[in-house]
């Protein structure tokens, strides 16, 4: 059983590979990236990488310079791909104004 430092609740392995399986089913369903960030992607780096996820870690502003990166790489001379997503930035806002609005 792994511990969560932040929380310091246990960790069931039985949820841990739930997760992993469905991120997994993610990664293979997506047709795009899919990044995960927080303690678990600290936790679980290698095991992300290996279903094909990147993970971001636990830094805010370095996760969105990776997505941003990866983005930026992927469209690069594409302006087509460049309007289909908007920033990490815009969706991350997006979300903070709709749990804002929940409250």
Same mark, same amino acid.
């Given at each position: 059983?792994?511990?969560?430092?932040? /929380?310091?609740?246990? !960790? $069931?392995?039985a949820?841990? =590979?739930?997760?992993?399986?469905?991120?997994?089913? &993610? !990664? +293979? #369903? =997506?047709?795009?990236?899919? /990044?995960v %960030? %927080? @303690?678990? #992607?600290?936790? &679980?780096? @290698? $095991?992300?990488? *290996?279903?094909?996820? *990147?993970?971001? %870690?636990?830094? /805010?502003?370095? %996760?969105?310079? &990776?997505? +941003?990166?990866?983005?930026?790489?992927? #469209?690069?001379?594409?302006?087509?791909?460049?309007?289909?997503?908007?920033?990490?930035?815009?969706?991350?806002?997006?979300?903070?104004?709709? /749990?804002?609005? &929940?409250?």
């Amino acid at each position: 059983m792994r511990r969560n430092a932040r /929380f310091r609740r246990p !960790v $069931e392995p039985a949820q841990i =590979a739930a997760n992993l399986n469905e991120i997994s089913q &993610l !990664v +293979e #369903s =997506a047709g795009v990236p899919v /990044f995960v %960030g %927080g @303690r678990f #992607s600290v936790l &679980l780096q @290698r $095991e992300l990488e *290996q279903i094909g996820a *990147q993970p971001l %870690g636990d830094n /805010f502003a370095l %996760g969105l310079r &990776l997505i +941003e990166a990866d983005m930026a790489s992927k #469209s690069s001379g594409n302006s087509a791909t460049r309007a289909t997503y908007p920033s990490p930035t815009q969706v991350i806002l997006q979300g903070v104004r709709r /749990f804002h609005s &929940l409250c």
